[in-house]
């Protein structure tokens, strides 16, 4: 099976915090032109959380119809409140998407036998492919393998997991447990410098955020994976590796990403929504170094 790399959009935003589709639309375009697979619309990387319930609806309507099955669609519909979830999975997959996917409820300490009834109940309501997306560092819980298996044994609906998971061995669990006995079962890591390796160990690629800046970079990885071309995929690790700077050097990652790609000349603005904030001009001199590293000097 062909790995993937699918792009968690970021959001291009107006100053009034209104996303400006005409500037999406063209950034679809550029990402799927460079090489990329699809896209997750209304993912963290895109501040899903801080969109309402119609506005969440309409920007993924809109990559539905605009990319007309151009290229893959997966929605991000996991909601606070469950209703709310399986209703924006049900209007959403009925307009064309391939498939959702859902964080669990966040902020409440969930236990194990938890996190399994709010997933089995959603999973029973939906009417679609639904992939579960395990972020522990946002959620406040994980999802074990045995709970994902469990899970998969009970509803045929769920095709996948992306797992946002720094530690490489948690992501080739989901893979052990699950590909033996399923495997069509997709594993995506959300950490695009574990993307090789997973997939080396059975998974299926990445979903991640290293794609809205360098799409071809992504690209060629999955390329380099389909060819088993090891020295184009040391080099592709390497560079990987020194991208990953994007996520430490500044806490939300979102508006790093948004101020490369307004200098690249992306159709991207650096607005935010609340609580997150564009940089600074302060905050931008002193990150001039890490600029002229990860993009300035490769223009």
């Known amino acids: 099976m062909k790995a993937k790399y699918i792009c968690p959009i970021l959001t291009s935003m107006n100053a009034d915090e209104t996303v400006n589709y005409d500037q999406m639309h063209a950034f679809y375009d550029q990402l799927i032109e460079a090489g990329i697979d699809g896209v997750l619309a209304g993912g963290s990387a895109g501040e899903f959380y801080a969109f309402s319930y ?32 399986i209703q924006l999975s049900n209007e959403v997959l009925k307009a064309g998407a391939d498939a959702v996917i859902i964080v669990g409820p966040y902020y409440s300490a969930c236990n194990g036998d938890d996190v399994f009834a709010y997933f089995d ?15 522990g560092d946002r959620t406040g819980f994980d999802i074990p393998a045995e709970t994902l298996l469990r899970l998969r044994e009970k509803h045929d609906n769920l095709v996948g997991v992306k797992d946002t998971h720094p530690v490489l061995r948690h992501t080739q669990r989901y893979i052990q447990f699950l590909k ?7 594993v995506y890591t959300g950490y695009d410098n574990n993307c090789i390796p997973s997939v080396i160990s059975g998974g299926d690629g990445c979903i991640g955020a290293q794609s809205n800046v360098d799409p071809k970079m992504c690209a060629d990885v999955i390329k380099a994976l389909d060819a088993e071309d090891l020295g184009a995929l040391k080099e592709l690790q390497r560079k990987i590796d020194a991208y990953f700077a994007f996520y430490e050097v500044h ?36 990150l ?12």
């Open 288 to 299: 001039a170094p890490v600029a002229d590293a990860l993009w300035r000097n490769k223009k």
């Open 180 to 186: 033996p006995k399923y495997p069509e079962f997709k």
């Open 121 to 135: 109940e959603v999973l029973s309501a939906i009417d679609g492919p639904v992939y579960i997306y395990n972020y």
């Open 54 to 85: 119609d506005e969440i609806k309409e920007f993924i309507l809109d990559a539905i119809e605009y990319g007309k099955g151009r290229w893959e669609v997966i929605a991000g519909t996991g909601r606070m409140v469950k209703a709310e979830t």
């Open 251 to 286: 806490v939300p990652f979102n508006p790093v990403m948004k101020w490369a790609l307004k200098e690249l000349g992306a159709p991207m603005q650096e607005n935010c929504r609340v609580p997150i904030k564009p940089l600074t001009d302060a905050q931008k001199e002193a």
